[in-house]
């Protein structure tokens, strides 16, 4: 019997100004995670909302971006828990990602 774990995969999308919906521009890079099922996966970098990232998205080039919204989706499998978390990023001004940068 294998051994039960948790799977996180954390799937960036780019939402421009003024669009209603987010682009279909992902981060080019996987960021996959597995932890013992049943066990905290509170050390996992996911941002929260207001958040800057630094990161690189297909069709838009590395930058630095804010969160806009996070959504998880939690799906029970054999042998354990599957966990997709889609986060919409929108652009950073430059000036605000100097400041944070200082903080």
């Known amino acids: 019997m294998q051994d039960r774990k948790t799977c996180v995969s954390i799937i960036y999308q ?6 209603a919906r987010p682009v279909d521009a992902m981060q080019a890079e996987r960021l996959d995670f ?3 099922y049943g066990e905290s996966i509170a050390a996992l970098p ?7 990232v630094v990161l690189k998205l297909t069709g838009k080039g590395a930058g630095a971006f ?17 966990l997709n978390i889609n986060i919409v990023v929108t652009d950073l001004e430059e000036n605000e990602y100097l400041t944070r940068i200082k903080e």
């Open 46 to 52: 996911i941002p929260a909302v207001g958040d800057s």
């Open 34 to 36: 597995e932890a013992p």
């Open 14 to 19: 780019y939402k421009g100004t003024g669009l």
């Open 66 to 82: 804010k969160v806009l919204t996070r959504h998880f989706a939690y799906l029970e499998l054999d042998p354990g828990l599957s």
